[in-house]
């Protein structure tokens, strides 16, 4: 079975500062996303990378996708409070008939 | 374009009756996949239907639960005979080709 695997689970950071959150997946697959989700509220689209390189970046966001390491990483860069969120990767492929799987999520608290 | 439609926003159910959550795709869109997550979860895929066919339910309990998505109107997942471990977020989504759009999801309390 597919798995998708995110570290860390939980993370408390300060304002202004830096972190990387990762996402291993375990089949081959072109298609990475990121999403956010709030307290109660539903899935917000984020990032959608397609090839091997990709990189995006919104904000104080920027996701990357390496898919011969099977590992995407989404960067916070000086990090505010707004940003605090659930982040939700997931991968689909042809082979999972375009369902997709999605990682266990980071829960992420930014400190004043 | 008005998204992703799900309703009801929140249900209650008391033990052993029925729940209904309707679902209407993005405009054009021709799937529709659900999802439950469950508490400081992430989200478990359900069932994918296209118009008139289940294309995989592989992840939908084998009793009490069902999905359609017919001709016209809008896709329903069905819990019958409702227990507390069905208590979760239900979110459905659409997609075109790759991708999904997913509605605000439907937040199911059973009593």
């Known amino acids: 079975e597919l798995k998708v695997e995110q570290n860390p689970l939980f993370l408390s950071m300060q304002e202004g500062k830096n972190y990387t959150i990762y996402c291993n997946y375990s089949?081959?697959?072109?298609?990475l996303y990121w999403y956010r989700q709030d307290p109660g509220k539903s899935l917000e689209s984020l990032f959608v990378?397609?090839?091997?390189?990709a990189v995006k970046q919104e904000g104080r966001l920027m996701a990357s996708l390496d898919t011969k390491a099977r590992l995407s990483t989404l960067h916070i860069t000086a990090a505010v409070h707004d940003l605090s969120a659930t982040y939700f990767c997931?991968?689909?492929?042809?082979?999972?008939?375009?369902?997709?799987?999605f990682g266990t999520g980071t829960s992420l608290t930014v400190i004043p | 374009n008005a998204g992703v439609m799900q309703n009801p926003r929140h249900l209650v159910r008391r033990r052993g009756q029925e729940a209904r959550l309707r679902c209407s795709p993005m405009?054009?869109?021709?799937?529709v996949y659900w999802y439950r997550q469950l508490p400081e979860e992430g989200l478990k895929f359900m069932v994918y239907?296209?118009?008139?066919?289940?294309?995989?339910e592989s992840g939908m309990p084998k009793e009490r639960f069902s999905a359609e998505f017919p001709k016209e109107g809008p896709s329903i997942l069905r819990i019958q005979q409702v227990v507390r471990g069905d208590s979760a977020a239900y979110f459905c989504?659409?997609?075109?080709?790759?991708?999904?759009?997913f509605g605000s999801g439907t937040r199911l309390t059973v009593v």
């Open positions: 990378l397609l090839s091997n390189g």
């Open positions: 089949t081959t697959s072109d298609r």
């Open positions: 239907l296209q118009k008139e066919n289940i294309i995989d």
């Open positions: 997931a991968v689909d492929s042809t082979d999972t008939g375009n369902q997709f799987y």
């Open positions: 989504a659409s997609s075109l080709n790759y991708g999904y759009t």
């Open positions: 405009k054009g869109h021709s799937h």
